[in-house]
């Protein structure tokens, strides 16, 4: 193969580049061999269902370059040949093929083509390459691509890195410097526009790329994304808001595209357009962004353009995006508030979801008035009077609502949550109880479920200090035990995230005899010290040597102060609690010194 792949190239060189060029009416009376049969059965082979084929494919134009190269004298040479334009058209000509291998094969041969020819040859294609990627692209999305559509997007980026950085003048000659970043130029402008165009793509693969490379552009050449995009701001000016047609007269992917593509471009900072209610157009946009985000889907199915439509969820996540990128409008913002705060209530876990993101970015972009706050909050914090009234819905509101405002949750307000708490886990240890009899060993789940819920709003709620602790981890272990689940326990992370934020606390009072000696909440200390994410208990337990040192001696390690000025006695244990103990404080240390190496040599004591 590597003879005959040489030969046709020489063959094809000869005719291109030789004494006698085939070129105007010679090429038609041309006689004897085509060498350009070559980049067709490459094409073939690349394009071919058997992806093994491409390893011989790019092995083919590895010996075509260098060959060519060898004979031409350099590489810069060597891609001038009508040869390489030949093979560049063919490749990309597979990316529109029908079939996904096809489409492959192109891909492959287009990451061979950018990072092996000579930069000036790839910049005069770049273009042409963007392209066919983003057809690939596009073409393939919800369909069966094996991978097309991963190498179209890294192969993307890849070659705007290697396009866009800047030119190393030491490796180029003076003379053509100027040229090739002239060249460079052009080349980064064509793309740029592209790019700009697909920025409101109504497919989401193609639109997400584009705005990853304007950023990636923005990077490579130190300018901001506004920078980048301003010279190409007319391409978007009459979809910025829409201004020839209504949002709801296009296809439903063509209106997420025109949503997304609006939240983009006011959300960049400095804004690269600004929407004016002052305008009519822009006033149009804001009010049907308004219809789409609180009509229900009955409503919104009555239009022609939905009627067809099962699933209206990304169109009103791109519609709440979009209306919460115009928190500069100080006329709309109690609107917009009321509209993501009601979102936020949905029973659509993506809804909502979508409305705790859009409300995080609007009440960042000004100074909300915490009057209006606690007036939509009063209704929902009635709700929680009843225990049976919290549900997995409610407390994932409370939970949004937690890191939204924090300062609304009072300590009061934890200590509800509770007494709530120990009812539903009262309620999860009785359903199992009659589950087991009945024979049904899953009974509880449901409640447990609840419980792990509430237990997660405590690191979630800056007020739940940690006179918390000791309460909550005792309903969590007695529970479990009730239950006679530890491991599996659904409530283990939950109480693990809040006890994250007092690891000193935490390990004071489980480090006590009246703890320390319970089997149970020794293995918990364990649990926590063996997590992956335990780093916080592996170093607050290295500044309590002193304790560990009181556990294996028998020595007491109460937090009481009156217990360690000798005021008062220390609690009693008998033999076994402090051999108990004992076996404890040698496991953490032993968990400490596999988990942390360096700890241990530094230890004098």
């Known amino acids: ?33 085509d060498g350009l049969v070559l980049v067709d059965a490459l094409a073939s082979i690349m394009g071919h269902e058997e992806k093994e084929l491409c390893k011989p494919g790019h092995l083919a134009m590895v010996l075509v370059l260098d060959t060519a190269t060898t004979i031409t004298g350099s590489r810069e040479r060597a891609c001038r040949l009508p040869l390489m334009d030949y093979l560049a058209d063919k490749m990309c000509a597979l990316c529109y093929e029908r079939a996904w291998y096809a489409k492959l094969g192109g891909c492959i041969a287009i990451k061979f083509l950018f990072e092996r020819m000579d930069l000036r040859w790839v910049l005069e294609r770049q273009f042409n390459f963007l392209k066919a990627l983003l057809f690939v692209m596009m ?56 790019l700009v165009r697909q920025v409101t793509s109504p497919n989401k693969y193609v639109r997400d790329q584009a705005i990853h490379c304007l950023k990636v552009l923005a990077e490579l050449t130190d300018r901001t994304v506004t920078d980048v995009m301003a010279p190409h701001k007319d391409v978007l000016a009459d979809m910025i808001p829409p201004k020839k047609h209504l949002l709801r007269h296009q296809p439903v992917n063509a209106q997420i595209g025109l949503m997304d593509g609006n939240t983009f471009c006011t959300t960049l900072s400095p804004r690269l357009f600004t929407i004016d209610l002052k305008v009519m157009e822009h006033k149009v946009f804001f009010t049907e962004l308004l219809a789409l985000c609180e009509q ?67 009440i960042a972009g000004f100074q909300i008035d915490m009057e209006m706050v606690h007036q939509v909050m009063r209704q929902l914090l009635l709700n929680l009077g009843d225990y ?64 792990a819920a509430i237990v997660d709003l405590f690191h979630r709620i800056p007020t739940a200090t940690a006179r918390f602790i000791e309460l909550l981890c005792k309903l969590v272990l007695t529970t479990e035990r009730a239950l006679a689940v530890e491991p599996g326990s659904l409530l283990r992370d939950p109480l693990r995230r809040y006890l994250g934020r007092f690891p000193s606390e935490t390990l004071d009072i489980f480090l006590q005899e009246q703890y ?85 040599a530094g230890q004098q004591q």
Request: with cysteine; proline share 3%; glycine share 4%.
């Open 1 to 33: 193969m590597v003879a005959l792949v040489r030969h046709y190239t020489m063959i094809a060189i000869a005719q291109q580049a030789g004494p006698f060029p085939a070129v105007g009416q010679r090429l038609s009376r041309l006689s004897g061999m």
């Open 516 to 600: 320390a000696k319970d089997g149970q909440w020794s293995r918990y200390v364990e649990f926590l010290l063996q997590h992956k994410e335990g780093d916080v208990f592996r170093s607050a337990l290295q500044g309590k040597t002193e304790k560990l040192i009181a556990m294996m001696t028998g020595n007491t390690t109460s937090t009481n102060q009156l217990v360690q000025l000798g005021i008062q006695q220390a609690p009693v244990t008998n033999a076994a609690e402090k051999a108990e103990i004992q076996f404890w404080a040698i496991r953490f240390t032993f968990i400490l010194t596999k988990r942390c190496p360096a700890w241990i």
């Open 388 to 451: 049976r009234n919290l549900n997995l819905s409610l407390i994932q509101r409370l939970a949004y609502l937690a890191q939204l405002f924090s300062n609304v949750f009072s300590e009061k307000l934890c200590e509800q949550l509770l007494q709530h708490l120990k009812k539903w886990l009262e309620v999860a240890i009785v359903t199992q109880k009659q589950a087991s009899a009945g024979g049904n060993k899953a009974g509880g789940q449901e409640q447990l479920k609840v419980a």
């Open 296 to 362: 229900d889907d009955a409503n919104l199915q009555k239009l022609p353009c939905y009627k067809n439509v099962i699933n209206l969820v990304p169109l009103r996540q791109s519609a709440l995006r979009a209306l919460a990128a115009c928190h500069y409008m100080p006329e709309c913002r109690d609107k917009i508030f009321n509209v993501l705060y009601k979102s936020l209530q949905s029973t659509t876990a993506e809804i909502a979801e979508t409305s705790f993101e859009c409300m995080r970015s609007f």
């Open 139 to 194: 073409d393939l999305t919800g369909e069966v691509s094996s991978g097309a559509v991963d190498m179209a997007r890294s192969n993307l980026e890849k070659m705007l890195r290697h396009c866009a950085a800047p030119i190393d003048s030491t490796s180029v000659e003076e003379n053509q410097v100027a040229d090739l970043v002239s060249t460079q130029e052009k080349s980064i402008y064509d793309v740029t526009h592209e």
